[in-house]
């Protein structure tokens, strides 16, 4: 069923918004979350997020357009639905809508300005405000200031949960704290009076009765409403020529942002906005005009006169983007995965340093056979599945009430492929020679990356190991493969200085890590792998028995 998104009130004293930028289009899918479109108020530009999920089926105010709260800004619904039904319920009744609008409008500013008359300056009354489109009342979950704070724009006052997400209320004024209208845990609806900024010592007896008073004032007749909205006009007219005679200047906060970056006075803008107000455009679309220096009598400038000018520095600003890839169901399984195993299992780690000279001699001898091939990872794969037999309690998977020890080894080992991670799994590794693991490897490695490994090749693994010492990486940890107890990280061999019979000299070395499940795996347990899982290493020979 299609959903009618309004514009909603994002400030207290919003009365409209202008669409600074649509961030979905037409025909777009949305999810929960999503942002829609940036909007700017009458104090900050805000993104606003869609609480619906759906097709964007209509936009209804386009960017650069200004439109009062609650006006029809979008419509989500399921892909092809009809909403002819919406557009001309709506269009039908428009200029009533419009004149009605206009006419609360009016009221509204009747009522600021009576507001205005008796409130104390500087005295600012915040009022719950519609944070989203369908909000009718707010909840304050958390105050985070109290009475007595002082309170600068832009600081999070309090968290507010409206009828779809909790979300952060901050201040555009400064001042303090001087009263809290709503309490924690307490709702209220829209534009009640949340909390009194202001100046210390302020009489909020006489401010809140002011309010009262104001309300009030508000069901006056038809002939005090014609003279209040001739007033109101007059007001207006004030405003925009207090503006062109540079008393005071309208600017949105984030036309006033980019003009503080380009170093645009903002005294020689000329606002496009409602009552001469600057927006964001006025601001991109301003060329300065060149101010001639002064000269002397001969027509020539002086020193001093073009060091008089004031010289505007810009700071550079560089362009800003971020662009969306929607994750693929790899990267979903491989975070789903990776997260469920990370926050289940206890992890703890363990991490010796392994002398591989003899290690690297043992390789040349045997890749100097004819058709012969062996890796590194290969023989630590292999020197896994002998201390695996040794160690059996760190071949199991927890299982809540009992565990698992698996009578067979199936080594898995980590593949990077484009789109992420992928763990091919060489089953009974510890009956397999170092030729047939480093073939196996080869052959599961090149399925992973070419996207031809069956998913039956990549299930049934009892122990993982992650090498990215190919990277230059030195030491790491790994997140275990659940439901493995535990994964090697291997590192890069280095050429280093180290100790041999009492003597420095040079050696190689090379870092292995253990990450093990504390639930099925304990410390000493570990340890007794590694020291058994070096044994091998450092000396291959036993490999080939």
């Known amino acids: 069923m299609a959903i009618v998104v309004n514009m909603p009130r994002l400030s207290d004293t919003m009365e409209e918004g202008t669409v600074a930028k649509w961030l979905k289009s037409v025909g777009d899918k949305i999810e929960e979350g999503d942002i829609l479109a940036e909007i700017e108020t009458d104090k900050a530009t805000m993104e606003f997020e869609s609480f619906n999920e759906g097709t964007l089926l209509y936009i209804g105010i386009p960017e650069g357009d200004t439109a009062p709260v609650d006006s029809l800004l979008a419509i989500i619904g399921d892909e092809g639905e009809d909403i002819s039904g919406l557009l001309g319920g709506g269009s039908s009744s428009v200029s009533e809508e419009e004149s009605s609008e206009k006419e609360v409008v009016a009221e509204d500013s009747i009522e600021e300005s009576e507001e205005v008359d008796e409130i104390p300056e500087g005295v600012e009354v915040i009022k719950m405000p519609r944070l989203s ?43 303090k704290l001087l009263y809290i209208g709503i309490q924690e845990g307490e709702s209220s609806p829209v534009d009640a009076v949340l909390a009194v900024i202001g100046p210390e010592g302020t009489d909020i007896d006489a401010v809140l009765s002011n309010k009262s008073r104001g309300a009030k004032n508000s069901a006056s007749s038809n002939t005090e409403k014609e003279e ?15 503006v062109a005679d540079g008393e005071r200047i309208f600017v949105s906060p984030l036309a006033k942002k980019i003009a503080a ?13 409602d009552n001469g107000r600057i927006i964001k455009k006025d601001i991109e679309n301003y060329t300065p005009s060149a101010s001639p220096a002064p000269v002397t009598a001969s027509g020539v400038k002086t020193e001093n006169a073009i060091a008089s000018q004031p010289v505007s520095m810009a700071l550079p600003s560089g362009k800003e983007g971020t662009e969306e890839v929607k994750n693929s169901n790899m990267r ?12 289940n299992a206890p992890h703890f780690y363990l991490t010796i340093e392994v002398d591989m000279d003899n290690a690297k001699a043992s390789r040349a001898q045997i890749n100097s056979l004819p058709d012969t091939k062996v890796s590194f990872n290969d023989m630590v794969l292999k020197a896994c599945a002998m201390a695996l037999r040794k160690h059996p309690q760190v071949n199991t998977s927890w299982n809540g009430d009992t565990t698992k020890h698996h009578k067979h080894i199936h080594m898995g080992v980590a593949v990077a492929v484009d789109e992420g991670l992928v763990v091919p799994v060489v089953k009974h590794a510890d009956l397999l020679g170092l030729t047939q693991i480093g073939s196996a490897v080869k052959d599961l490695a090149g399925k992973a990356r070419n996207k031809k490994i069956a998913p039956s090749e990549m299930e049934g693994s009892t122990f993982t190991v992650s ?13 275990i493969n659940q439901p493995n107890s535990a994964i090697l990280s291997v590192g890069a061999i280095v050429e280093k200085p180290v100790v041999k019979n009492g003597e420095i000299v040079v050696g190689n070395t090379m870092k292995l890590t253990l990450a093990c499940d504390h639930r099925t795996v304990d410390g000493a347990v570990g340890a007794q792998f590694l020291q058994t899982l070096r044994y091998f290493v450092e000396n291959p020979v036993t490999m080939l028995a």
């Open 261 to 273: 970056d380009k170093g645009i006075d903002l005294a020689k803008v000329s606002g496009s906005g």
């Open 228 to 242: 209040e909205k001739s007033a109101v006009i007059s007001d207006n007219k004030e405003v925009s020529k207090s």
């Open 133 to 175: 489109d369908t909000m009718e009342e707010g909840t304050v979950a958390s105050w985070l200031k109290k009475v007595g704070d002082d309170v600068e724009e832009g600081d999070i006052l309090a968290e507010i949960e409206t009828d779809k997400a909790t979300m952060e209320f901050e201040s555009f004024y400064n001042g």
């Open 332 to 343: 979903k399984a491989i975070a789903k995965a990776l997260g469920n195993s990370k926050f």
């Open 467 to 479: 090498n990215l010492g190919m990277f230059g990486i030195l030491e790491f940890t790994s997140i």
